[in-house]
């Protein structure tokens, strides 16, 4: 059974700083992506991480502030969250599919399969 569970949100001030964690279970080689969800707003893919070929991608409204990464040791993916801004304020969820890491389906989130419960950040002084 695939599970996800999302940790690390918070409150913090604009310019600070968050690391989101991913504990995953139940399944070997997946992409794991990371979505949000702000009230008002479409979903929105932020970050996607492959397996056996580590390829990332991000959105563009946060290259260069957040990076993703994956400890396959401890299946936990983490996403640092640097130089946070007001509108970074959304519900950060995990979700993964049978799929790699691209650009076409961080774009898409109808295709990740499984998703967790999502962590709550907000970004506000």
Not at 6 to 14: A, D, F, K, R, T
Request: aromatic share 12%.
């Amino acid at each position: 059974q695939v599970q996800l569970v999302e940790s690390g949100g918070g409150l913090v001030q604009p310019g600070g700083s968050l690391r989101l964690s991913c504990a995953a279970s139940g399944f070997t080689s997946n992409g794991i992506g990371w979505f949000r969800h702000a009230p008002g707003k479409e979903r929105e893919g932020v970050s996607c991480i492959g397996d056996s070929v580590p390829r990332t991608s991000y959105a563009d409204s946060v290259k260069g502030r957040f990076t993703i990464s994956r400890d396959n040791a401890k299946n936990t993916v983490y996403l640092q969250m640097n130089s946070l801004k007001p509108e970074d304020t959304a519900v950060y969820y995990c979700a993964t599919a049978d799929i790699s890491c691209t650009n076409f389906y961080l774009r898409n989130p109808n295709y990740w399969r499984y998703w967790g419960q999502g962590t709550q950040v907000t970004v506000s002084s």
